[in-house]
């Protein structure tokens, strides 16, 4: 019964901001480091970045400075705030928990930024 459920894609103009959500259910949420990730048409799939269970958090390079990571235990639920948009961040974007032998992905939401 784990699921995790992204929500908040959209179409927007570069330079726009958007807040993608992550809602989670079946784990122990508050203990759990949590990851989002992106694939873009014809790309591997990319690590963006994480949140530890204490609030850590860790950027690629290429989104440092424009995107924020942050959580809400109480609601099950993490967060990814983008501003400053540009085309390239054009994708589909996946939140993900990982355990020993134990992978979750949610089903990813779209978001495509024009130019």
């Known amino acids: 019964q784990v699921q995790l459920v992204e929500s908040g894609g959209g179409l927007v103009q570069a330079g726009g901001s958007l807040r993608l959500s992550c809602v989670a259910s079946g784990i122990d949420f508050s203990t759990n480091n949590m990851f989002w990730y992106r694939q873009a048409p014809g790309n591997e799939r990319e690590l963006v970045g994480f949140?530890?269970?204490?609030?850590?958090?860790k950027y690629t390079d290429s989104v440092k400075g424009r995107f924020t990571i942050s959580r809400d235990n109480a609601k099950n639920t993490m967060y990814l705030q983008m501003t400053s948009l540009k085309p390239e961040d054009t994708a589909v974007y996946y939140c993900?928990?990982?355990?020993?032998?134990?992978?979750?992905w949610g089903q990813g939401t779209q978001v495509t930024v024009s130019s």
């Open positions: 949140i530890t269970s204490i609030g850590m958090t």
């Open positions: 993900a928990a990982f355990s020993t032998g134990l992978n979750y």
